[in-house]
Each structure stands twice: as structure tokens, then as C-alpha cells.
């Protein structure tokens, strides 16, 4: 898939089932289609918070809240 939502979900998916890696995959793959997308910054951040990384976790929070001061999850 090539459309962000699309990605972002299989994502979400990956993350459900515990895989962060592939969580992450997918996530990097919407930030090539829009490097600028809240949900695909936060599923980065999730996947990299699941596999214990916590500081990449943060790097990709903020940058969701600078894209988008205002976004929150929902």
C-alpha cells in the first residue's frame, strides 16, 4: 500500500499482535509517503516505545507535536 492510512493501520495491526519491528516498518514507510503524518510519527513512536526504546520513542513525539501542536490521539 501507498496511501498513508493504509500503512499507519498495518501498523497498528503489527503492534497489536506484539511486533514492533514490523510496526516500525510500516511506519517508516508512511513517513517516506508523508514524512509529516501525526499517526504515522506516533505509530513510530509506539513500535520504538514497544521495543524499548524509549528515547526514539520520545524523538518521534515530538516530532508528531511539532508537526501538529495540537494533534492528539484519538
Not at 514507510?29 to 514497544?50: E, I, M, S
Not at 528515547?55 to 511539532?66: H, M, Y
Amino acid at each position: 500500500p501507498k496511501a498513508v492510512e493504509a500503512l499507519v493501520g498495518k501498523g497498528l495491526l503489527a503492534l497489536a499482535n506484539l511486533d514492533a519491528v514490523a510496526a516500525g516498518r510500516f511506519a517508516d514507510q508512511a513517513l517516506k509517503v508523508n514524512p509529516n503524518d501525526p499517526a504515522a510519527l506516533r505509530l513510530k513512536a509506539d513500535a520504538a516505545l514497544t521495543a524499548g526504546d524509549s528515547a526514539a520513542a520520545e524523538r518521534s513525539l515530538l516530532a508528531a507535536k511539532l508537526v501538529n501542536p495540537r494533534d492528539e490521539p484519538t
